[in-house]
């Protein structure tokens, strides 16, 4: 049996959607299945409002240019992280400064944080890893008292929610992403999700997305014509992928439903192993309602973990480790950090391991994985 890390997953209804734009002779974005996906967007989340990009990096450069970051401004966020959060904050002059995360969530260790916030610090980014929510709570607390901002990177979280209230709609801004690796995809893709009633930054956003222009009232038939107003970049999407994550998205719980069935299969059968100390699974903390966009497992040192996937790969079974940390990559290095500066987040991300989970995996795929882990693990 060949079982792979990851595939995608369609539905009949994206071909349709699809031939529509196609026949209309309208790919261009910001047509009418972008204004749908933007309302279901906020209809089923409850989004205050949502723009639409072409990834999910572009919705966290769209946020840093709403934040106005610049030289001597600095983000608290974890290290442990892909390199698009920190990017758009360098690309803007100002500092990411790196935090450890929790060994129960991989989340950002809300404790660490405010051990780091300084006169400079200007916000917090987190990342709702595996589509479980950080300690919310906590975070905004200390935005509440630091008067700070913040941006949740939502990408692997899209359908997962926190004591009641869907990630990337808890903070300021909320990045989206629906890129073909997610659970909801449109190939690249992204959004933006802006949590406030600030008409004016609601605008700016706009101009902002739109090339720096007001093209978006040509659009809505306010303006004869559009104009520069302001700097900015293009980051909307066409409209072919729009119809495809349309249809995606009609199939939210459809989605959800088929991974966690196949999550609740790995937590069943490899408890025992927990038991006995081989491994540790990952946890679901109380208030979280997770996306299951992500199985994972640790395991005792990074030489098991080499050695497991070299075995599992042997049978058949991809799967993959995650995120190099940051700060001690060849950038974090060359900005100052050192491997020793986060020592929780040097080993955890050495000892994480991914099982496959994808939408149309099969009970007995599921097994088939758990057959040849168990045998690994035994050794």
């Not at 610049?70 to 904050?89: C, H, L, Q, R, T």
């Not at 008067?147 to 692997?156: F, G, I, K, P, T």
């Not at 009609?250 to 408890?271: G, P």
């Amino acid at each position: 049996m060949r079982i792979p890390f990851n595939k995608e997953y369609h539905f009949q209804c994206e071909i349709q959607y699809i031939k529509e734009v196609l026949d209309k002779g309208a790919t261009a974005g910001d047509g009418s299945y972008t204004k749908l996906v933007e309302e279901l967007l906020e209809t089923s989340f409850d989004f205050s409002k949502v723009f639409m990009t072409t990834s999910g990096t572009h919705a966290l450069e769209m946020a840093a240019i709403a934040l106005d970051l610049k030289v001597g401004d600095e983000i608290i966020m974890p290290s442990y992280n892909f390199p698009s959060m920190a990017n758009s904050v360098v690309l803007r002059g100002a500092m990411p400064v790196f935090a450890e995360i929790s060994e129960d969530t991989m989340n950002i260790d809300a404790a660490d944080i405010e051990r780091r916030i300084t006169d400079k610090t200007k916000g917090i980014y987190v990342i709702h890893y595996a589509g479980i929510g950080c300690d919310m709570d906590s975070i905004m607390d200390l935005a509440s008292q630091y008067r700070l901002y913040v941006v949740e990177d939502a990408a692997q979280a899209v359908n997962a929610a926190y004591k009641g209230r869907y990630l990337g709609g808890i903070g300021y801004m909320g990045c989206l992403s629906f890129h073909g690796t997610k659970n909801y995809i449109s190939g690249e893709g992204g959004a933006l999700v802006f949590n406030s009633e600030d008409e004016s930054m609601k605008r700016f956003l706009e101009i902002v997305r739109q090339k720096g222009t007001n093209r978006m009232d040509m659009i809505r038939g306010q303006a004869s014509s559009y104009r520069w107003m302001n700097a900015g970049s293009s980051y909307c999407p066409s409209e072919v992928l729009m119809a495809m994550l349309y249809g995606q998205l009609k199939n939210l719980d459809f989605v959800k439903a088929a991974r966690c069935r196949i999550f609740n299969i790995y937590i069943e059968q490899l408890s025992d192993l927990e038991d006995k100390g081989i491994i540790k699974l990952m946890k679901v903390p109380y208030g979280c309602e997770p996306n299951y966009h992500i199985f994972y497992i640790l395991l005792k040192n990074e030489k098991e973990r080499s050695r497991v996937q070299a075995e599992l790969k042997e049978a058949g079974i991809g799967t993959a480790f995650h995120f190099m940390p940051l700060h001690s990559s060849p950038m974090g290095r060359s900005l100052g950090f050192k491997p020793e500066d986060l020592p929780a987040t040097e080993d955890l991300s050495s000892r994480l391991l991914r099982l496959p989970i994808y939408t149309g995996m099969e009970v007995n795929e599921v097994e088939y994985v758990v057959c040849n882990l168990r045998e690994s693990l035994m050794r």
